[in-house]
């Protein structure tokens, strides 16, 4: 007989009634890209292409959306989600192997990608160091959501 999962609170920043129709707030876009390598000279114009609203780009269903922040281990660098950064969850999100997850594992929320290997579902980190978390036939996992984004404060990094 399978152990009844416990009763999670519910994640920082999900308190109160969700707005349906979130604010907008449309920024420009530049028509350039940031060159990460070397600058190009031919790039001495830029002008404003579009506007961008990180709500219509982020978020597709946002009475589903929770923002989460990453905790302190880097379990997940390999997939490019550092310590602190926050996480964009959508709960409405059918769940697909190659996603990362939210899912509740031992009582708590772990992110981690899922992939299913021979018919079972396994949650891997993305640091070589961590083995992946193999879940048992008899168990049930629950996926509290997919995230979709994550983003980091650039500001003063010392990395």
Same mark, same amino acid.
């Given at each position: 007989?399978?152990? /009844?999962?416990?009763?999670?609170?519910? /994640?920082?920043?999900?308190?109160? /009634?969700?707005?349906?129709? /979130?604010?907008? *707030?449309? *920024?420009? +876009?530049?028509?350039?890209?940031?060159?990460? $390598?070397?600058?190009?000279? =031919?790039?001495?114009?830029? %002008?404003?292409?579009?506007?961008?609203? +990180?709500?219509?780009?982020?978020?597709?269903?946002?009475?589903?959306?929770?923002?989460? @922040?990453?905790?302190? $281990?880097?379990?997940?660098?390999?997939?490019?989600?550092?310590?602190?950064?926050?996480? #964009?969850?959508? !709960?409405?999100?059918?769940?697909?192997? $190659?996603?990362? #997850?939210? =899912?509740?594992? @031992?009582?708590?929320?772990?992110?981690?990608?899922?992939?299913? !290997?021979? %018919?079972?579902?396994?949650?891997?980190? %993305?640091?070589?160091?961590?083995?992946?978390? &193999?879940?048992?036939?008899?168990? @049930?996992? @629950?996926?509290?959501? #997919?995230?979709?984004?994550?983003?980091?404060? &650039? #500001?003063?990094?010392?990395?």
């Amino acid at each position: 007989m399978p152990v /009844p999962a416990p009763t999670l609170p519910l /994640p920082p920043g999900a308190f109160g /009634p969700a707005d349906i129709e /979130p604010t907008h *707030l449309a *920024l420009p +876009l530049l028509s350039v890209r940031a060159t990460c $390598g070397f600058p190009s000279p =031919a790039e001495d114009f830029f %002008g404003v292409e579009d506007l961008l609203d +990180l709500n219509q780009r982020c978020i597709d269903n946002p009475i589903a959306t929770f923002f989460m @922040e990453a905790d302190t $281990g880097e379990s997940m660098v390999g997939f490019g989600i550092y310590p602190g950064d926050t996480l #964009v969850v959508d !709960r409405s999100r059918n769940p697909q192997p $190659g996603d990362i #997850v939210i =899912a509740i594992w @031992e009582g708590g929320f772990v992110c981690k990608q899922l992939r299913k !290997r021979a %018919g079972r579902f396994e949650l891997h980190s %993305g640091h070589p160091d961590h083995a992946p978390i &193999q879940v048992p036939p008899d168990v @049930e996992l @629950e996926v509290w959501g #997919v995230v979709t984004w994550s983003f980091r404060s &650039q #500001v003063r990094r010392m990395r």
